[in-house]
């Protein structure tokens, strides 16, 4: 390689290098980007734009409730949990990168943050990209518990076997935990078998067909949390488990 090559190659590879450690620091530390926040308990919210501290303080109670519900195995009392609200565009591509659109992102266990996107505190709602509120039952606490969940589940079941879950258990389970565990197993097996497009999570965006499953299994079937951890169950065979079972 001739020498001015080469030169520009380590020029590169530095400036690579730099540009990766620094988007790193800013998932494992992003709080100077964030200079609002509120904290209760062992959960913080931060934000880049203002908010009302008691309407914060609300959300991280709605947060904490939902997370209380958890199985036992789940329930951490000891660390704290951070959640950040990315209202700005560059602050959204820096936290989100490949999940670029998605409502919130938790890189466990390369970071215990979460991020969430653009969201109202105030009104307790993650917005969408055109600034309407993402509707009911779906509110900012939803989607806050559903992401800190990601890190309780991570820990519980061991960086390596979180990475292996088959989809529908860990998303399932984060968002069994996202709604405190209210899940109409009839309602959604009753939606499952109509064909309901809220129920298939590739056209939807969601994760309902999931939480159904890991609530099926966990309340019918009498799992414990880390039974469901060290299954691999394929979800056909929990579907199939589930529609013998459940008449809905
Ligand atoms: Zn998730």
Redesign the pocket.
């Known amino acids: 390689m001739p020498r001015r090559a080469r030169r520009a190659a380590t020029w590169l590879a530095a400036l690579v290098l730099v540009a990766g450690g620094g988007a790193l620091a800013l998932l494992l530390y992003p709080q100077p980007l964030y200079a609002y926040s509120a904290s209760a308990g062992r959960l913080a919210v931060h934000s880049d734009r203002p908010f009302d501290q008691d309407k914060a303080r609300l959300l991280l109670a709605e947060v904490e409730r939902r997370l209380a519900t958890a199985p036992t195995e789940l329930r951490d009392g000891a660390s704290t949990y951070h959640v950040f609200v990315a209202n700005s565009e560059w602050r959204r591509r820096l936290s989100f990168l490949w999940n670029y659109g998605a409502g ?1 992102v ?1 890189y466990y266990p390369i970071a215990w943050n979460a991020f969430l996107r653009q969201a109202d505190i105030d009104a307790g709602a993650l917005l969408r990209s055109d600034g309407t509120p993402v509707p009911q039952p779906r509110t900012l606490a939803y989607y806050a518990a ?2 800190i ?2 890190s309780l589940i991570g820990r519980r079941a061991g960086a390596f076997a979180n990475w292996r879950l088959p989809a529908w258990i ?2 399932g389970l ?2 069994y935990l996202g709604f405190g565990g209210e899940v109409d197993i009839e309602a959604l097996t009753a939606a499952l078998r109509r064909g309901d497009p809220d129920l298939d999570p590739a056209k939807s965006g969601l ?1 309902a067909r999931y939480r159904l499953l890991v609530a099926f299994m966990l309340e019918r079937e009498g799992w414990s949390v880390d039974r469901l951890l060290q299954s691999d169950m394929p979800i056909a065979e929990a579907e199939r488990m589930l529609l013998a079972a459940v008449r809905g």
């Open positions: 919130g938790n559903h992401e969940g990601h860990r998303e984060a968002d994760y």
